[in-house]
């Protein structure tokens, strides 16, 4: 764990907690009479007596609780900061709704499997799939040089980090050297990227709960670095800029003034969000209390970033393992004591300002130097030796069309993302494409969590709780 000065947030009193009833076994059916339980029947008649207990949507995903496997943790019906209620209603009288995946606050392609005992939720499962990207094995036809066009596509909200999580990987193989600037660069966009990200999370947290002129601030916010990533990688998004070897350009002329101009505009604007969530009570009552995480339950289902921190457990990446030269930089780590919605927009709020310190610190300090490792085998000849030389044509071309192989082996390297840990294992047979990609990302893990968060609270506290976890499908579907 880092021993770095921590910055505490949260106000909230711990809540008082008990230790959940066991479950009641409610079905002593046979394996076959449950089959029929997905059985059609005439619509306007009347079910029989065998179905009634069940819904016809849902009934194949959820049944009764003797049949789950699942460990209870992962269904959320076993954590130690459940609301807990003494009338609990009959099986009969317990419903399940379907939420998403065409629901705006599921982000389209998540659903939900909601067990409802009138306003209370019972049991959550969560259901993926619907994005069905095939990134990993994608990977797997790309050679290195391509790779970063396939990954950034993943967390489309941070692909900065994406690539560079690659790129660490592929590198960690090639046994290269990044230059100094090539690592300053890289923290500059990734931590202008986790600005960026917490922007779009702001603004959709705050629309989620009803504060809708939040869309048009965060946005609004973002734009200044949308514009600086455009000027620098001519893309918005999705810029396969960090590649194997360093990045692709150095930075243009004139980006210390539109570094400047952030550093003045973004900070305004998350006073005003401050200002304008800080003290209303309506956002504090739909966030206090709600979602709760435990540190033990982010532990057991591999929960990372601002939710794990928000529950009070120091860990970042970036102090625990540094890479890319970010160990240079003095930034502190907010951490929650409670673990629920609050605690977490708290904690973002203070990314934001500790990245952007983190920005500043690079503008004063950036060397001079190469920004991309001089090893030819894996840096294409500079533009201006094309024209001059038909063996550097011949190397460029060979570079672009065919790849640069990679030593045998496998490797594994993280970074701190937005979101939490984002890991890259690669497995290399010795040629230009990966025989294996894995990514391990922060959102799939969270998404997992959301039982443990939601179960035994209120229907009222879905859309709240799943939008704190900030997850994005893509890195979920991959």
Aim: proline share 6%; with cysteine.
């Amino acid at each position: 764990m880092s021993d770095t000065p921590n910055v505490v947030t949260g106000d909230l009193e711990a809540p008082t907690t008990e230790a959940p009833a066991e479950a009641e076994s409610t079905s002593s059916e046979t394996a076959d009479r449950k089959r029929e339980v997905h059985d059609m029947w005439v619509a306007g008649t009347e079910e029989p007596a065998w179905m009634r207990s069940y819904t016809d949507e849902g009934a194949q995903e959820i049944l009764a609780a003797e049949d789950e496997s699942a460990p209870e943790l992962t269904r959320g019906t076993v954590v130690e900061d459940d609301f807990i209620f003494d009338d609990v209603a009959d099986d009969d009288e317990l419903q399940i709704l379907n939420m998403g995946p065409q629901h705006p606050s599921t982000h389209g392609v998540l659903r939900l499997h909601l067990e409802l005992d009138g306003e209370t939720i019972r049991r959550v499962k969560p259901i993926i799939g619907y994005l069905h990207t095939g990134m990993e094995k994608t990977a797997e036809t790309l050679t290195y040089m391509q790779g970063s066009t396939n990954v950034t596509r993943m967390d489309y909200l941070s692909p900065m980090h994406m690539e560079l999580a690659f790129s660490l990987a592929v590198e960690s193989l090639l046994g290269v050297e990044i230059p100094e600037r090539g690592q300053a660069i890289r923290v500059l966009l990734t931590e202008l990227n986790r600005v960026s990200s917490h922007l779009v999370w702001c603004a959709t947290q705050g629309t989620d709960l009803g504060a809708v002129s939040m869309l048009i601030f965060g946005l609004r916010d973002r734009e200044y670095i949308l514009q600086f990533f455009e000027k620098v990688t001519g893309l918005r998004m999705n810029h396969n800029f960090i590649r194997p070897g360093g990045v692709a350009a150095d930075l243009p002329d004139g980006w210390e003034e539109d570094i400047e101009a952030i550093l003045q505009k973004v900070p305004q604007g998350v006073s005003e969000y401050e200002e304008l969530f800080n003290g209303n009570p309506i956002f504090r009552d739909r966030t206090m209390g709600v979602g709760v995480i435990t540190p033990e339950e982010c532990k057991a289902l591999g929960v990372s970033g601002p939710i794990a921190r928000a529950s009070g457990i120091n860990w970042d990446l970036r102090k625990a393992f540094p890479y890319s030269g970010i160990d240079k930089y003095d930034f502190d780590v907010p951490v929650g004591k409670h673990g629920d919605v609050w605690d977490r927009y708290l904690v973002r709020m203070e990314e934001i300002k500790q990245s952007l310190g983190i920005v500043k610190q690079v503008l004063e300090t950036i060397p001079g130097g190469d920004y991309r490792t001089t090893d030819r085998k894996v840096t294409p000849p500079p533009r201006k030796r094309i024209d001059e030389s038909m063996e550097a044509l011949i190397h460029h071309f060979k570079l672009f069309t065919s790849g640069f192989k990679v030593p045998a082996g496998e490797s594994y390297a993280a970074v701190e993302s937005p979101r939490g840990e984002l890991g890259m294992y690669v497995v290399s047979d010795g040629r230009e494409k990966p025989w294996r990609l894995h990514a391990r990302t922060p959102s799939f893990n969270h998404v997992q969590a959301l039982p443990t968060m939601m179960t035994d609270s209120l229907v009222a506290d879905i859309v709240a709780t799943i939008a704190s976890a900030d997850p994005v499908l893509g890195d979920v579907d991959r």
